[in-house]
């Protein structure tokens, strides 16, 4: 029962649609309008706004490393459980119809409360990524690929298949990303919707 309660406390938790939330009370409508149509601090920043796409990102990984942090509290495997939970609920919040945003963010978050080296790997390809060729989607694909790898060498085994079950569905979620990176035809990072 405790395995169910902390997916669901995680689910719950990453279920909260920070970028929607911020982008209304800013006064710039639904973000779901513009760019891509998601959540996500990607799709914030197509706004102009850099602050609100900040802010959403910042809020949306530290959902995931809320829900790995609180529920690993009461008991440590609990941890994993509430960390691909708060994945889930980003991905298919229930108050959005299931239809969330890509899960980079709080991808991002559970890592960082599982396994701090773990984000660093992932910060640093992401961020070179992106740099040499300005695309966030790239980048996010790209840390996606090493982070399991890396978490296999620096962490458990639980750890490093957690996040390479999470990475197949961050490439399942981008699947129109990776259409419009190969046609040529993806926004590049800043690209206004």
Not at 168 to 174: E, L, Q, T
Request: charged share 10%.
């Amino acid at each position: 029962m405790g395995y169910l309660l902390a997916l669901i406390f995680g689910y719950l938790l990453g279920s909260i649609p920070f970028g929607l939330l911020i982008t209304r009370a800013a006064g710039l409508g639904d973000v779901r309008q513009i760019g891509s149509g998601n959540i996500g601090a990607t799709n914030v920043l197509r706004t102009g706004n850099k602050g609100l796409a900040a802010a959403t990102l910042l809020l949306d990984a530290l959902k995931g490393t809320a829900a790995v942090l609180i529920a690993s509290r009461f008991a440590p495997e609990f941890a994993l459980l509430a960390g691909f939970g708060a994945f889930l609920g980003h991905l298919f919040p229930v108050w959005l119809g299931f239809k969330g945003g890509k899960g980079v963010a709080t991808y991002l978050g559970v890592l960082l409360g599982l396994s701090w080296q773990g984000m660093l790997v992932f910060a640093v390809v992401w961020l070179a990524t992106a740099f040499l060729f300005r695309y966030s989607s790239l980048a996010a694909l790209a840390a996606a690929v090493i982070v399991p790898i890396a978490l296999y060498f620096i962490s458990t085994p639980q750890i490093a298949g957690l996040f390479a079950l999470m990475s197949v569905i961050v490439f399942i979620k981008h699947r129109a990303n990776i259409s419009r990176l190969l046609a040529g035809t993806e926004d590049k990072i800043g690209a206004k919707g």
